[in-house]
């Protein structure tokens, strides 16, 4: 078995160093600095490509406006609980103008529209709601496998995007990004807090296949259920009462950030495997990687070999 050279063995020794050894000093704060920022970029670089291979794991949050959807549906249904049980000064369960308080100016604003969807106010409402229940169902599934498709169908422009970002990254206060107590922190630097930036670059490669996607088709049918929903209960003078607007139907760029959170949480997963045993990673700087993230101390020598000189 072969035997550290005493330099090796000093290497990682604290300010007790036995008498005959050749210590190197420690480095500054502004090497280690410079020593950690090398190792950040390597371990962000080494989480991609597992991440990218976990991405069946993604799962694209529905857009903000899904809210709006659902919030709309459940104004419908309660308008035709409402229009139904006949309440005073509310229901008008007739599709005859006669009628006050708000059912009344309801009955008025469907038949000014003339959309008759059914035999009654009740119905009319019922329909919508059930137009927007469809439409908010279809749209859950294909959603969430929205992430999973783009990955497996434009991986390498994804993968090049992130990498470019990495390598280019500054990564200020990079010794307490890698000797912290978060077990995810470079992730969280490179990936997480720049998914809108990241999102932008990925979409003149990712936007054309997004567009054709099953999720989108849904989305905008979503959308138009739920615009002609809101011009309905315009038409009926109930949008000002219940603040109600349209929503608009893009949101390419959205599925792209979704997509970089996405894979930012799985790198979050595999830097914090890595930290556990950062030895022998296929990375540059192997030994001085592995001192980085177990927190030994860090020499001059390693500064000196990171930055060439």
């Known amino acids: ?18 008498m005959g050894c050749i ?8 090497q280690r600095q410079e020593i950690c920022k090398e190792a950040a970029k390597e371990m962000a670089t080494l989480c991609l490509e597992p991440a990218a291979s976990r991405a069946d794991k993604i799962i694209v949050k529905l857009p903000p406006d899904f809210e709006k959807m659902k919030e709309v549906r459940e104004k419908l249904l309660k308008l035709q609980e409402d229009a139904t049980s006949g309440k005073p000064g509310e229901g008008d369960n007739a599709k005859s103008s006669g009628g006050g308080g708000i059912m009344g100016m309801i009955t008025k604003g469907l038949e000014k529209v003339g959309d008759a969807i059914g035999d009654t106010v009740a119905a009319s409402f019922g329909a919508l709601a059930e137009m927007m229940e469809a439409s908010i ?18 991986k390498t422009e994804i993968l090049k995007v992130l990498s470019n970002a990495i390598v280019s990254s500054g990564v200020e206060n990079a010794e307490v990004l890698c000797r912290g107590e978060s077990k995810t922190a470079i992730s969280e630097h490179f990936v997480q807090k720049s998914a809108i930036s990241l999102g932008k670059q990925l979409l003149p490669d990712c936007g054309e296949f997004i567009k054709q996607h099953k ?6 049918a979503a959308v ?48 914090t495997k890595v930290r ?20 030994h101390k860090l020499l001059e020598s390693d500064w000196r070999q990171v930055a060439g000189n």
């Open 276 to 295: 556990e045993d950062p030895r022998g990673k296929p990375v540059r700087y192997p030994q001085i990687f592995t001192k980085v993230f177990t927190k």
């Open 224 to 271: 138009v259920a739920y615009n002609k929903a809101v011009e309905k209960l315009k038409a009926a003078g109930l949008a000002d009462k219940f603040k109600l607007e349209g929503i608009d139907g893009d949101i390419k760029q959205y599925i792209c950030e979704q997509t970089v959170l996405g894979l930012g949480a799985q790198m979050g997963d595999e830097e």
């Open 137 to 154: 169902k279809g749209l859950e599934g294909p959603m969430a496998e929205i992430a999973k498709d783009l990955i497996a169908a434009k």
């Open 23 to 30: 210590v190197t000093k420690e480095a500054s704060e502004e």
């Open 1 to 18: 078995r072969r035997t550290p050279s005493p330099r090796r063995l000093c290497e990682y020794l604290d300010s007790s160093v036995p």
């Open 215 to 220: 999720a989108i088709q849904a989305w905008n």
